[in-house]
């Protein structure tokens, strides 16, 4: 096991959305000043957000939550600590499935009852890995000024009077999460303190055990005696003997296993933990404590003379100069009242001197000499990443590929007759908007959406063309009324050359290229047209981006690719109606001659 359980850059993925207990968590952050939240990320099986505000001091911040622990762990690598939260249904499974993932080093299980058949699996399976299993049925551990599991330690104002808010000298280890608060607080009154603190949990099938506990403690520079909570039941304190005994634990320990009062009764009885019950005369809470006190362990007279025990060895180390005086850090207060925002906004921050781009001040991006470009821009405040050259360049020729294409097509015929109306350019502008959708500019969206998932369920293309025929749906993407095979459209070669020569490789437009061969033997206008390239030219760059399919999902289902779109076409939008302005052009109306009139006298009802 490492020298220290938890240290000040410890984060958790915390399994259930447990709310009050995470608040808990990030309430102890702000108060002994960690700079990160303690917990990284939820796995909440059945939620619908993407995340989860909370307060951090009078602040918010964002949790994301995640549906898997697969998710949430690949999401945040650095989080090396399991939170189990599930049910006793439940924690068994998500534990395993988090064994198999690997790179956590601790794991808490909060349920209570798991069948011992399944607890001895889980516990062995977690030894052979090395991993540190707090519980099954524990509040959890704490490693003071530095990292606290849920509720453990109590309110803020129990955990400050405990001085649980900065490290001590003592290292606890109970099996009860109730008498760990109320040691913790004894502790300090009595002493300095608890340097770590871990209750192992009441089941008697439990991961780590008093001795692996005591045994990380003894290698721990911070703690410079310990305190072993045992009780009646089971034969775990004689192994924390012979460790004495042989020397492997030197520190002072000071012990009591509760539960004496068991021999005053006539048959066993369970003193309310699964484990809490003697099978043996050695179990009993007597004969461990007199075992205990023969090893030259401090062992109390009773449970009441457990303060003065703590004091005599916390005494006796500092006169020692074991123990030194501790500083008392300068812990944050949090605010009495904390009010919820209602906008979160994650691109750009306008408060301080000056505004930023995704962390980027606007004068290190804004002007030619500090090598960002347009692209540099959109990549920042559309994906919050800063791309590579190849990738912003492609932003770039997209933006100017679709910036016009004359003023016959919809949106751009709108824009004028807006223009020529007498509003402005902003009204014009909309107006021309307006028009962008399914049938104009749409189908960037429905090609990435539609040739993505033929390609990612590796259905040959002419078993895709087949799939859009069942589903009633045009390709997106496919067909133009007036460039062909015969005709190329030229922004359509410029676009596929610059991917060609640019992307790291193109599968997903190599494989509308392959529908196109299918499509066009029956009619050659039925090409791959600017809109189908731009789409899987995007899924392309994005999954050479290393996005992963859920998030480009998600650009594609919020509309981003139309955004660029959008952003072109209103070049030339702005175009035309400046165009109509300059020429002075009157109010537009439709000839006659271009109306179909079929009009008839409405019937009388």
Not at 15 to 38: C, E, H
Not at 111 to 118: D, F, H, N, Q, S
Not at 546 to 572: H, K, M, T
């Amino acid at each position: 096991m490492s020298q220290l359980l938890f240290t000040k850059d410890t984060q958790a993925i915390f399994w259930n959305n447990n709310a009050s207990a995470i608040q808990r968590m990030l309430d102890y952050d702000f108060v002994i000043g960690r700079k990160t939240p303690s917990v990284a990320a939820i796995v909440a099986p059945t939620a619908d957000s993407k995340f989860q505000k909370f307060f951090w001091g009078g602040d918010e911040i964002m949790i994301n939550l995640y549906k898997t622990t697969a998710e949430a762990k690949k999401a945040h690598p650095n989080a090396d600590v399991l939170l189990n939260f599930a049910s006793f249904r439940t924690a068994y499974d998500v534990t395993m499935e988090a064994l198999d993932l690997g790179g956590f080093r601790v794991m808490m299980i909060t349920a209570e009852g798991i069948p011992e058949r399944l607890a001895r699996k889980m516990n062995a399976t977690a030894n052979a890995q090395g991993v540190t299993v707090i519980g099954p049925a524990t509040v959890g551990a704490i490693t003071p000024g530095a990292f606290k599991i849920a509720n453990i330690g109590g309110t803020i104002e129990n955990i400050v009077s405990s001085k649980l808010h900065r490290a001590g000298s003592c290292g606890l280890v109970t099996r009860s999460g109730g008498l760990f608060n109320e040691l913790s607080n004894i502790i300090a009154i009595n002493a300095d303190g608890i340097a770590e603190g871990v209750a192992i949990g009441g089941d008697r099938f439990v991961g780590s055990v008093f001795i692996d506990n005591l045994l990380r403690m003894q290698d721990n520079p911070q703690v410079k005696y310990m305190l072993l909570l045992g009780e009646v039941g089971g034969i775990e304190e004689y192994k924390v003997i012979d460790a004495v005994k042989s020397g492997k634990i030197t520190k002072p320990i000071i012990a009591w296993c509760i539960g004496t009062i068991a021999k005053h009764y006539s048959s066993g009885v369970q003193f309310g933990h699964a484990g809490a019950s003697a099978n043996a005369e050695r179990e009993t809470a007597d004969a461990k404590n007199k075992a205990m006190a023969e090893a030259g362990i401090y062992v109390p007279e009773s449970f009441n003379d457990l303060p003065n025990k703590i004091a005599d060895v916390y005494n006796k180390l500092k006169s020692e100069g074991v123990i030194t005086e501790i500083a008392e850090p300068e812990i944050k207060t949090l605010p009495q009242a904390r009010k919820s925002k209602n906008f979160i906004c994650t691109i750009s921050d306008d408060r301080g001197d000056e505004a930023t781009y995704a962390g980027y001040p606007i004068s290190s991006v804004a002007t030619p000499e500090t090598g960002f470009s347009i692209g540099d821009v959109m990549s920042l405040l559309w994906f919050k990443k800063r791309y590579p050259k190849w990738a912003t360049n492609f932003i770039e020729t997209v933006v100017k590929t679709v910036a016009d294409h004359g003023p016959a097509v919809s949106g751009a015929h709108n824009a004028r007759v807006t223009a020529r109306a007498g509003k402005d350019v902003i009204s014009s502008v909309v107006s021309g908007l307006l028009t962008i959708g399914p049938r104009f500019g749409g189908a960037i969206d429905g090609a990435a959406k539609h040739f993505k998932y033929g390609y990612d369920n590796g259905l040959s293309p002419a078993e895709f063309i087949n799939h859009m025929k069942k589903e009633g749906i045009p390709i997106p993407g496919i067909g133009h009324r007036i460039k062909s095979l015969r005709n190329p459209d030229l922004r359509v070669s410029g676009l596929k050359k610059y991917a060609n020569e640019s992307f790291p490789s193109t599968p997903l437009l190599d494989y509308a290229l392959e529908v196109e061969q299918l499509t066009t033997s029956k009619k050659d206008n039925l090409i791959l047209n600017v809109d189908g390239t731009i789409g899987v030219l995007m899924v392309d760059m994005w999954r050479a981006l290393d996005y992963n399919d859920d998030e480009i999902d998600v650009f594609i289902e919020a509309g981003a690719l139309n955004a660029f779109f959008v952003l072109g076409r209103c070049i030339g939008f702005i175009g035309h109606v400046l165009d109509e302005k300059r020429l002075a052009m009157p109010m537009y109306r439709h000839p006659f001659d271009d109306i179909l009139y079929d009009v008839h006298k409405a019937e009388d009802l």
